[in-house]
């Protein structure tokens, strides 16, 4: 397999390269991080409705639709990208989807645990530290006669900006958003103290990925890599190829595995409730509930809020946690009802299951 350490290269080439490499049947391990940031968004997302693309265009940051799945992110030259392209034919390699994950993610895991950071697989594609944080989001697909398999090494992370470009209900919820990143989502930087040598790291990382699929022979982009690279991009960035609809509504964003930020919103009786709730492990860890109901005495939405942390995801746990705060400091919410709030919350994981 061919080796490219390909620096940092500008505009979007450090995600359209392994679109091409795959098209061209390139098998081969590209290292890379962007000059300048970008937005990647994936394939099955709707751009429109995950991304603010107005703020991206304001300040003049690029984005794209990826051919692999995943979510929307943001990425910087703080992140050492890994993409790996194989024939899918090739023995060497997992046939099935689910192994291809744990397969790969070996070589990634092996490089922090060499820097000091105790990091392992969690299903379906991420890495996370000892202590249940993420550390690193990883991708796969199908182009073309090949498969890829992408994810980075996560130098230091940008999370104000990453928090910004996400559209999102109102400022609540993405100041939540930003919140349950920074608890969630950390970094070497953040783990260390320090930044290793970015040459150090990449040095690792090949060795670490040629134990797993054989000597890497270096190489550089030729002419006709390049001119893939353009003719796909024009096409990448085209209206008709970056705003494709899919069938999925957004209801939130996915931190990690097990902790998500979910938007909820029902109409009742006595009006429209919303809900901007995290969701760690399958209970609520924090939630804020509003809209154009009544509730009295006002002051005790905020009890409600608390009252409600810790308990599961199960419509008649949420009712009766509901309940007998109502009945305790003697609540009244005039058209709404502990199943209306029950609802709100659980309607964006519902939407969510419907949706796979």
Same mark, same amino acid.
């Not at 751009?47 to 003049?60: G, I, N, P, T």
């Not at 991009?233 to 209206?239: D, G, L, V």
């Given at each position: 397999?061919? &080796?490219?350490? #390909?620096?940092?290269?500008?505009?979007?080439? @450090?995600? #359209?390269?392994?679109?091409?490499?795959?098209?061209?049947?390139?098998?081969?391990?590209?290292?890379?991080?962007?000059?300048?940031? =970008?937005?990647?968004?994936?394939?099955?997302?709707?751009?429109?409705?995950?991304?603010?693309?107005?703020?991206?265009?304001? @300040?003049?940051?690029? &984005?794209?639709?990826?051919?692999?799945?995943?979510?929307?992110?943001?990425?910087?030259?703080?992140?050492?990208?890994?993409?790996?392209?194989?024939?899918?034919?090739?023995?060497?390699?997992?046939?099935?989807?689910?192994?291809?994950?744990?397969?790969?993610?070996?070589?990634?895991?092996?490089?922090?645990?060499?820097?000091?950071?105790?990091?392992?697989?969690?299903?379906?594609?991420?890495?996370?530290?000892?202590?249940?944080?993420?550390?690193?989001?990883?991708?796969?697909?199908?182009?073309?006669?090949?498969?890829?398999?992408?994810?980075?090494?996560?130098?230091? &992370?940008?999370?104000?900006?990453?928090?910004?470009?996400?559209?999102?209900?109102?400022?609540?919820?993405?100041?939540?958003?930003?919140?349950?990143?920074?608890?969630?989502?950390?970094?070497?930087? $953040?783990? #260390?103290?320090?930044?290793?040598? $970015?040459?150090?790291?990449?040095?690792? #990382?090949?060795?670490?990925?040629?134990?797993?699929?054989?000597?890497?022979?270096?190489?550089?982009?030729? !002419?006709?890599?390049?001119?893939?690279?353009?003719?796909?991009? !024009?096409?990448?960035?085209?209206?008709? &190829?970056?705003?494709?609809?899919? /069938? $999925?509504?957004?209801?939130?964003?996915?931190?990690?595995?097990?902790?998500?930020?979910?938007?909820?919103?029902?109409?009742?009786?006595?009006?429209?409730? $919303?809900?901007?709730?995290?969701?760690?492990?399958?209970?609520?860890?924090?939630?804020?509930? @509003?809209?154009?109901?009544?509730?009295? /005495?006002?002051?005790?939405?905020?009890?409600?809020?608390?009252?409600?942390?810790?308990? /599961?995801?199960?419509?008649?746990?949420?009712?009766?946690?509901?309940?007998?705060?109502?009945?305790?400091?003697?609540?009244? @919410?005039?058209?709404?009802?502990?199943?209306?709030?029950?609802?709100?919350? =659980?309607?964006?994981?519902?939407?969510?299951?419907?949706?796979?």
């Amino acid at each position: 397999m061919l &080796f490219f350490d #390909l620096g940092k290269l500008p505009g979007q080439q @450090s995600m #359209l390269i392994f679109h091409a490499l795959a098209r061209m049947g390139i098998e081969g391990l590209v290292i890379v991080s962007p000059k300048v940031p =970008l937005v990647s968004i994936g394939y099955f997302q709707d751009a429109e409705q995950e991304v603010d693309l107005q703020y991206c265009r304001k @300040s003049k940051i690029p &984005f794209m639709r990826r051919e692999v799945g995943g979510g929307a992110t943001y990425l910087d030259e703080n992140q050492i990208f890994y993409q790996l392209i194989w024939k899918k034919n090739n023995p060497k390699f997992p046939r099935a989807v689910d192994e291809i994950y744990p397969w790969f993610t070996q070589a990634p895991i092996e490089t922090y645990k060499n820097f000091g950071i105790q990091a392992e697989f969690r299903a379906v594609n991420d890495i996370i530290t000892k202590a249940g944080k993420k550390i690193a989001g990883e991708g796969g697909g199908n182009i073309g006669d090949c498969m890829v398999f992408v994810g980075g090494i996560l130098l230091d &992370f940008d999370y104000q900006t990453m928090s910004r470009i996400l559209k999102v209900p109102d400022e609540k919820f993405r100041g939540k958003v930003h919140k349950t990143m920074e608890e969630n989502l950390t970094t070497m930087k $953040r783990e #260390l103290g320090i930044v290793p040598q $970015r040459e150090e790291i990449i040095s690792v #990382l090949k060795e670490r990925f040629e134990k797993r699929v054989g000597k890497l022979e270096d190489a550089a982009l030729t !002419s006709e890599i390049i001119e893939k690279m353009n003719h796909l991009e !024009s096409w990448m960035t085209s209206e008709e &190829f970056l705003l494709k609809k899919t /069938p $999925r509504i957004p209801n939130g964003v996915k931190i990690r595995e097990g902790v998500e930020v979910l938007y909820g919103l029902h109409k009742a009786k006595g009006g429209l409730i $919303r809900t901007a709730e995290e969701i760690s492990e399958e209970k609520i860890k924090g939630i804020h509930i @509003s809209g154009d109901f009544t509730f009295y /005495p006002k002051e005790g939405l905020e009890g409600l809020e608390e009252s409600l942390e810790k308990t /599961p995801l199960k419509e008649e746990k949420i009712i009766e946690r509901v309940e007998i705060f109502y009945e305790e400091k003697k609540v009244e @919410s005039p058209g709404v009802e502990s199943k209306d709030i029950a609802e709100t919350i =659980l309607n964006p994981i519902k939407d969510s299951k419907g949706n796979h």
